[in-house]
């Protein structure tokens, strides 16, 4: 079974995550330099199968979109354009970033580490990805 790969997008950086491939796990994969994004994908496809791609979408508290939303969208336009046979599907990541926080805090990592933002970009993606295998079964 192929891969499910989650992208947490930002304007610098941006977090990636990818599921095992029986699609039970979710794993913080990388965090890249977001002009690299396209290039790293290209990359890390010609070597694993993936079949669909997350994208966080990225969303106001009311449900609007936010800021970033008009970087996401030509961005999903790109992924399928170039991997149609890819499965390309934005995916609500509201609170993600706060969960990732959490997340990285009840880790026991260091302080230091915990302010390392690149991590939690990672686990962003890790957490978009796993919410989104949860509610897919």
């Not at 796990?25 to 694993?48: G, K």
């Not at 302010?115 to 990805?129: G, N």
């Amino acid at each position: 079974m192929a891969r499910i790969l989650a992208i947490d997008y930002g304007t610098r950086r941006t977090g990636i995550a990818v599921s095992d491939p029986l699609r039970i796990i979710a794993t913080a994969l990388e965090t890249v330099e977001t002009r690299s994004l396209e290039r790293f994908l290209a990359d890390y496809f010609s070597r694993e199968e993936v079949d669909t791609i997350v994208v966080g979408y990225p969303r106001q508290m009311d449900g609007s979109p936010s800021e970033t939303m008009r970087y996401v969208e030509p961005l999903m336009g790109r992924l399928r354009h170039a991997y149609p046979d890819k499965r390309v599907v934005g995916y609500d990541e509201r609170f993600t970033s706060v969960l990732a926080q959490r997340a990285i805090r009840q880790s026991g990592i260091g302080k230091m580490a915990r302010r390392d933002k690149a991590l939690v970009d990672k686990v962003s993606a890790a957490i978009i990805l796993q919410d989104y295998m949860a509610c897919r079964h």
